[in-house]
T-cell receptor, first 110, second 118 residues
Framework: DAKTTQPTSMDCAEGRAANLPCNHSTISGNEYVYWYRQIHSQGPQYIIHGLKNNETNEMASLIITEDRKSSTLILPHATLRDTAVYYCIVRANRDDKIIFGKGTRLHILP | GAVVSQHPSWVICKSGTSVKIECRSLDFQATTMFWYRQFPKQSLMLMATSNEGSKATYEQGVEKDKFLINHASLTLSTLTVTSAHPEDSSFYIC??????????????FGSGTRLTVV
């Protein structure tokens, strides 16, 4: 079973920041938090990952709480192309299989 | 870098025939690849872990004789759906991670293969 829980769906207005929460209260000390997204009929796309510190790249920011039991993915200026299912995943070792939960279906509204 | 190519992107086959799907890591070597299946409006379900040079590890409930996996090289894994039936129609996706990278790198996914069995 997936080790994370996410809201089923969210709406966000185009141009606004999309904040996607993820709960991972049973995360272990050596497990990273990964975020992927899947646009309709495509393979999942890697977005960002982190261990303890907040992370930012050209796609998004990842905010991890101090106790590491939850995190938030932030898309700073959402566009219609960000409409997708977003998956939050925790995993430890390099070869750990990735188990997907149900993810959050993000709708960007024009 | 870290590109995974999947072929074909879509295929239609008749019931009872077999279909082979290829997953290639184009610019890196992968000792481990993963195969997923996804039904409409559902999440990805892990089917099996493909191990280079050894037998694949199948998830519970996945028939190993029906879904044959071969990982003969560090850049290629194949999934063969044998004696396909309409209920095998699905979106099949593979993933891999560079062999020489540390654990902090994510997996790259192929673009998927949509299989329709008629």
């Amino acid at each position: 079973d997936a080790k994370t829980t996410q809201p089923t769906s969210m709406d966000c207005a185009e141009g606004r920041a999309a904040n996607l929460p993820c709960n991972h209260s049973t995360i272990s000390g050596n497990e990273y938090v990964y975020w992927y997204r899947q646009i309709h009929s495509q393979g999942p796309q890697y977005i960002i990952h982190g261990l303890k510190n907040n992370e930012t790249n050209e796609m998004a920011s990842l905010i991890i709480t101090e106790d590491r039991k939850s995190s938030t993915l932030i898309l700073p200026h959402a566009t219609l192309r960000d409409t997708a299912v977003y998956y939050c995943i925790v995993r430890a070792n390099r070869d750990d299989k990735i188990i997907f939960g149900k993810g959050t279906r993000l709708h960007i509204l024009p | 870098g870290a590109v995974v190519s999947q072929h074909p992107s879509w295929v239609i086959c008749k019931s009872g025939t077999s279909v082979k799907i290829e997953c290639r890591s184009l610019d890196f070597q992968a000792t481990t690849m993963f195969w997923y299946r996804q039904f409409p409006k559902q999440s990805l379900m892990l089917m099996a872990t493909s191990n280079e040079g050894s037998k694949a590890t199948y998830e519970q409930g996945v028939e190993k004789d029906k879904f044959l996996i071969n990982h003969a090289s560090l850049t290629l894994s194949t999934l063969t759906v044998t004696s396909a039936h309409p209920e095998d129609s699905s979106f099949y996706i593979c993933s891999a991670s560079p062999h020489d990278r540390g654990r902090s790198y994510g997996y790259t996914f192929g673009s998927g293969t949509r299989l329709t069995v008629v």
